[in-house]
Antibody, heavy 126, light 106 residues
Framework: QVQLQESGPGLVKPSETLSLTCTVSGGSISSYYWSWIRQPPGKGLEWIGYIYYSGSTNYNPSLKSRVTISVDTSKNQFSLKLSSVTAADTAVYYC????????????????????WGQGTLVTVSS | DIQMTQSPSSLSASVGDRVTITCRASQSISSYLNWYQQKPGKAPKLLIYAASSLQSGVPSRFSGSGSGTDFTLTISSLQPEDFATYYCQQSYSTVAFGQGTKLEIK
């Protein structure tokens, strides 16, 4: 059974960089796409970005200038860095795996999100 | 960017009711549409993928339909454990979620 676990500081000061790591167990990080998603308290889900195990990335345009996602296949981990944070970045941060899917006759590696971490609350405050 | 709009934003229903939630994409996304259920304090759970495929382990009272820009999630007979928030998500172009539909007990 694949399991994902987010880790990192729960409190970050304004203007600093938020750093989180997602550790994958029970399966390999190879051959999959992996995403970060966040959810401000009481609000909906916002996709932050994804990374392929090879290192290629794609980010939400609204966050692109501040986001870096990286992967370490030797540790079965991928990471998120979000710079210049403000109170608006306070949220529960989730990591998740994309399930490869066939849609019609097309194979999609970046399919739905089938495994999620439990989430970690990051508060931005001085 | 593709925008996803769900309706209604909230819904009150009773156990045993048939419920339908709608999701509309700002442009055609073929069948690249997924549905999730989220309960308070928990991560979202995948219910339906590719518009109409039931994820393993999900009860058959959940079903999805649609293609192009208009999609629906239907719960045929609400159970107590179904009261939650539901999100649609497109995987046609990167990733985007709808704003959510909160399903409450009437």
């Amino acid at each position: 059974q694949v399991q994902l676990q987010e880790s990192g500081p729960g409190l970050v000061k304004p203007s600093e960089t938020l750093s989180l790591t997602c550790t994958v167990s029970g399966g390999s990080i190879s051959s999959y796409y992996w995403s970060w998603i966040r959810q401000p308290p009481g609000k909906g889900l916002e996709w932050i970005g994804y990374i392929y195990y090879s290192g290629s990335t794609n980010y939400n345009p609204s966050l692109k200038s501040r986001v870096t996602i990286s992967v370490d296949t030797s540790k079965n981990q991928f990471s998120l860095k979000l710079s210049s944070v403000t109170a608006a970045d306070t949220a529960v941060y989730y990591c998740a795996r994309h399930m490869p899917t066939i849609v019609g006759a097309t194979w999609l590696g970046r399919g739905p999100l089938d495994y999620w971490g439990q989430g970690t609350l990051v508060t931005v405050s001085s | 960017d593709i925008q996803m709009t769900q309706s209604p934003s909230s819904l009150s229903a009773s156990v045993g009711d048939r419920v339908t939630i709608t999701c509309r994409a700002s442009q055609s996304i073929s069948s690249y549409l997924n549905w999730y259920q989220q309960k308070p304090g928990k991560a979202p759970k995948l219910l339906i993928y590719a518009a109409s495929s039931l994820q393993s382990g999900v009860p058959s009272r959940f079903s999805g339909s649609g293609s192009g820009t208009d999609f629906t999630l239907t719960i045929s007979s609400l159970q107590p454990e179904d009261f939650a928030t539901y999100y649609c998500q497109q995987s046609y172009s990167t990733v985007a979620f709808g704003q959510g539909t909160k399903l409450e007990i009437k």
